[in-house]
């Protein structure tokens, strides 16, 4: 029994992995490059690592500044390297808000 287009709609869709980072950079067209950062501890000397991990995101209204703190999703294939989207934005930077005179 084949499933109708309503069924399709109403049914929940697959875990999607989310990552919380820094805009590091937004000087592409909808595209911002998210620093992600990963803590564990190292299995022989049980001290705790950081690794960091450089990830391309959509950005479809060019919303997010450097420096932001946002979280981002993981989607289709969007290009070469692109393969997450942005979500919200979690915290804007003091630098992105225009300073008063």
């Excluded at 992995?17 to 595209?31: D, L, P, Q, Y």
Aim: aromatic share 6%; net charge positive.
């Amino acid at each position: 029994m084949n499933p109708t287009k309503s069924e399709y709609q109403t049914a929940p869709r697959g875990h999607r992995k989310e990552r919380s980072g820094e805009v590091i950079s937004n000087k592409m067209a909808k595209t911002i490059v998210v620093l992600v950062e990963r803590r564990f501890q190292h299995p022989k000397f049980k001290k705790i690592v950081r690794r960091y991990r450089k990830l391309y995101a959509h950005d479809e209204k060019s919303e997010a500044k450097v420096g932001d703190r946002v979280r981002i999703q993981e989607t289709r294939p969007l290009s070469k390297l692109k393969c997450w989207r942005l979500v919200e934005i979690l915290d804007r930077s003091v630098e992105a808000s225009p300073a008063a005179e």
